[in-house]
């Protein structure tokens, strides 16, 4: 058994943890942290010559490699989202909070390096990934859609009152991970990508219209906005580049009347709708602190209220959530839940200020523009999907948002790399 495990190679193993990772993001953080540590000892780990002793040692050209990775800008940026929190530390008096956010945080110091060393991949690999993304989540949707029938009339209830339809982990990062999985779809058949057979062309496409239909019955706006946003602007570019004008504007009108037909042909997405407008008129009543999207404009305007007190360094990264606590009791009764600011940014700028807020923002775009990935449509839609998510979520304060940007961007980041190379 031991000598078959040694004449898998190291390309094999990166692409079955890589595997192992997307299956984790959609179902369980704690095979997420097992995916990550496997494509960490991929990347750093050999097989031994002799068979004394433990079977791998630390591969010998990791010495070279490490001093070539800090030559290679887009490899070491992402370890920036590590370091801002670590240097927000510095002014930090809550330090168990700080290492926990840290600890969470610790895949953008070490996976980066990892992705370097690791073999390259093609375009096989690379596209087929996100084929294994859009069929995941297709068969994890017959699974939800089965039990959302079984208890049709209770489900809608829930989502009446604000709830969501039961899915695998968190509804916020799976609408995300669907919104990325939609995209990709639309790209693969384009792309004409098939693993092997031809017919897998169609499976693709009938695929992601489910997903598509799909993401508008589970009615998580954050997914639904982001997802919509960035076909939007897609489109545009679509238009741009091709100056077909009269298609492209037909596919944004097809786009906006999409939601509409939604409404009055998904019941879930009609209650979901008639609840965020429920909800809003609550809030305007000064009535709603106690319902979700209320709360949410209250998180915005606490975080707000720290920005605007601590505007060019902010509080620091252990402090922030002490903070939100004291104000949320300052201004209401000692037993209101506090919610952390439901905003990327404006945490980012609460905890490190507009110095931080700044570098943040540099990083982010600067692998985007770097050797100009944006022309890659699924680097694009990613970074889209993510930073427009960044308006309504904190999305990598907590471990599956985090693994869906580390993984994704270092996903794209290789292939990207290999291109330039070639």
């Given amino acids: 058994m031991l000598s078959k495990l040694y004449q898998i190679s190291r390309l094999d193993w990166m692409l079955f943890f890589s595997v192992v990772v997307v299956v984790s993001l959609v179902y369980s953080p704690f095979v997420l942290s097992i995916g990550m540590i496997g494509l960490l000892v991929t990347a750093l780990l050999e097989k031994k010559d002799s068979e004394r002793g433990f079977p791998l040692k630390f ?28 240097i927000g530390g510095f002014y930090s008096e809550d330090w168990n909070y700080l290492f926990r956010r840290l600890k969470l945080k610790l895949p953008l110091l070490l996976l980066p390096f990892a992705f370097f060393v690791l073999p390259n991949i093609e375009r096989k690999h690379y596209l087929g990934l996100y084929y294994f993304l859009v069929a995941l989540l297709s068969i994890t949707c017959i699974g939800i ?6 208890h049709f009339d209770a489900i809608n209830e829930l989502i009446l009152k604000g709830q969501s339809i039961p899915v695998p982990r968190n509804h916020i990062r799976f609408s995300l991970m669907m919104a990325i999985g939609i995209v990709a779809g639309f790209y693969l058949w384009i792309e004409k990508f098939v693993w092997k057979y031809k017919w897998e062309r169609n499976l693709i496409l009938g695929m992601t219209i489910f997903l598509f239909v799909f993401i508008h019955i589970l ?40 939601p509409m037909l939604a409404y009055f042909m998904i019941p879930s997405f009609k ?17 709603g602190s106690e319902y979700s999207d209320s709360e949410r404009m209250l998180s915005y305007q606490i975080g707000w209220s720290i920005v605007k007190e601590n505007p060019i360094f902010g509080v620091g990264t252990g402090d922030l959530k002490q903070e939100v606590k004291q104000r949320y009791l300052q201004q209401f009764e ?48 990613f970074m889209l999907i993510i930073f427009l998510s960044f308006m309504m979520e904190n999305t990598i304060e907590n471990s599956i948002g985090l693994g869906i940007f580390a993984f994704f961007l270092l996903w794209n980041l290789k292939y990207s790399w290999f291109l330039k190379i070639l």
């Fill in 145 to 150: 859609g089965i039990n959302y029938l079984l």
């Fill in 334 to 381: 000692p037993d209101k839940k506090y919610k952390m600011p439901h905003n990327q940014l404006l945490s980012v700028w609460a905890a490190h200020g507009l110095c931080g807020l700044q570098v943040f923002l540099w990083a982010y775009f600067y692998l985007l523009f770097k050797n100009k990935n944006y022309q890659n449509g699924l680097f694009l839609s």
């Fill in 271 to 287: 209650a979901k709708i008639d609840y965020a407008r429920w909800d809003a008129k609550m809030y305007l009543e000064g009535t």
């Fill in 219 to 258: 009615s998580v706006r954050s997914g639904l906005l982001v997802l919509y946003l960035t076909i939007g602007v897609l489109l545009l570019q679509y238009i741009v580049n091709s100056r077909r004008f009269g298609l492209g504007l037909m596919g944004l009108v097809l786009l906006l009347g999409t």
């Fill in 59 to 86: 591969r010998t050209s990791l010495r070279q490699e490490w001093q070539h990775f800090w030559r290679k800008p887009i490899f070491w940026v992402p370890t920036i989202f590590f370091f801002l929190p670590l």
